[in-house]
C-alpha cells in the first residue's frame, strides 16, 4: 500500500479536527496573525519558494514518463504524452504565478525575472533527476508509476480548483484588509456558505474570492506523492516503515505550508484543512487502485 489505512485515518482526524476549529476560531485565528505585518511577508515569500520543491519533482516525474513513452513499441503514445505535457505546463503556468505574487515586495519587474530564473532552474534539476532515473530504472515500469502519480496530481489539483471557484471564499486579506482591521469584516462566512461561482462577477472577486480550499497547501500535500510511489522501486525506501516516515515528513511540510499561509492573510485554517483532506485522500485512493491493478497484472514487486 502506497498509504496505509491506518496512517490515512489518522492524517484525516487531523483534517477534520482542523475543520472543526476552523468552525470556531476561523475569523480569531486569521485576525490575529494577518495584523503582524512580519509574519505576512514571511509567510507569502517562503510559502511560495517552499512550492519549488513540489514542481521539482513533479517535473521530474513527467520528463521520466515522456522518455519512458517515447521509448515504448505501442500506438498510444500521444495521449500519454500530451497527459504529461499538460501536467508540465500547468506546473509551470502555476511556479510562474506563485512566484510573481512576490511583486508585492520585489516590484514587477524583478519578480518576474525572479520567476524565470527559478522556472529554469526547476527545469534543469527536474532534467538531471529524470535521467538517472531512466539510467537506472525499467522504462516500462517507470511508465507505469509516472502516469499514476501524473492523474493522481491532476485529480487533486482540479478538484481543489473546482471547489475553490464554487465556494467562492474571500481571503482574510480581503476580509480584515491592509488598512482597516475591520475593512470588510461583513463577507466573512464559514468555510461551508457557499457563493456559488461569485469568484467570476467581479474583477475584485477574481483576485480576493479563492480561499477555500488552499491552492498551495493542497499542492505541497501532493511533493510526497512522487516519492511514495517510487519508493515501490528504491531498494532503500522500499519498506512500509520508511513510506511511513516520507508520508509523515510530507504532512509536516503540509502543516508547515498551512501555518505559512495563514500567517500571509491568504487562508482561513478551515481552507487548509480541508486542502490537505483533499490531497491525502486522493493518494489514499489512488494507491488503492493502483494496488488492485498491480496484484491483477503483476508488472511491480514490491512489499
Do not use: W
Not at 530504472?137 to 517507470?142: Q, V
Not at 522501486?233 to 516503515?241: E, Q, S, T
Amino acid at each position: 500500500m502506497i498509504i496505509k489505512t491506518r496512517n490515512y485515518i489518522i492524517i484525516l482526524i487531523l483534517g477534520f479536527i482542523g475543520l472543526i476549529l476552523g468552525i470556531l476560531f476561523d475569523k480569531d485565528i486569521s485576525k490575529a496573525l494577518y495584523v503582524d505585518l512580519n509574519l505576512k511577508q514571511f509567510g507569502i515569500i517562503i510559502s511560495n519558494y517552499l512550492l519549488i520543491l513540489f514542481f521539482i519533482i513533479v517535473n521530474s516525474v513527467a520528463l521520466t514518463g515522456i522518455i519512458s513513452v517515447i521509448n515504448k513499441d505501442n500506438k498510444i503514445k500521444i495521449p500519454f504524452i500530451i497527459i504529461y505535457i499538460i501536467l508540465m505546463g500547468l506546473i509551470t503556468y502555476q511556479e510562474f504565478d506563485k512566484l510573481n505574487e512576490l511583486k508585492l515586495y520585489y516590484g514587477n519587474t524583478i519578480s518576474i525575472i525572479n520567476a524565470f530564473i527559478c522556472i529554469i532552474i526547476t527545469f534543469i534539476i527536474s532534467i538531471f533527476v529524470a535521467k538517472y532515473i531512466i539510467k537506472n530504472y525499467d522504462k516500462d515500469i517507470l511508465f507505469k508509476l509516472s502516469i499514476v502519480i501524473a492523474i493522481t496530481i491532476l485529480l487533486s489539483l482540479g478538484i481543489n480548483s473546482v471547489i475553490k471557484y464554487i465556494a467562492s471564499r474571500p481571503r482574510p486579506s480581503y476580509i480584515f484588509g491592509d488598512e482597516s482591521i475591520e475593512s470588510h469584516i461583513e463577507e466573512y462566512k464559514r468555510f461551508y456558505e457557499f457563493r456559488f461561482l461569485y469568484v467570476f462577477k467581479t474583477t475584485e472577486a477574481k483576485k480576493y474570492f479563492k480561499s477555500f480550499p488552499s491552492g498551495h497547501t493542497n499542492t505541497i500535500s501532493l511533493l510526497m506523492t512522487s516519492i511514495l510511489y517510487f519508493s515501490l522501486i528504491f531498494k532503500k525506501l522500499n519498506d512500509d516503515k520508511k513510506r511511513t516516515i516520507i508520508l509523515f515528513v510530507g504532512l509536516f511540510i503540509s502543516i508547515l505550508m498551512a501555518f505559512l499561509r495563514i500567517c500571509a492573510g491568504a487562508h482561513f485554517l478551515s481552507d487548509v484543512s480541508f486542502a490537505i483532506i483533499i490531497a491525502y485522500t486522493i493518494i489514499y485512493f489512488s494507491g488503492i487502485i493502483f494496488n488492485k491493478l498491480n496484484n491483477k497484472y503483476e508488472y511491480l514487486n514490491f512489499n
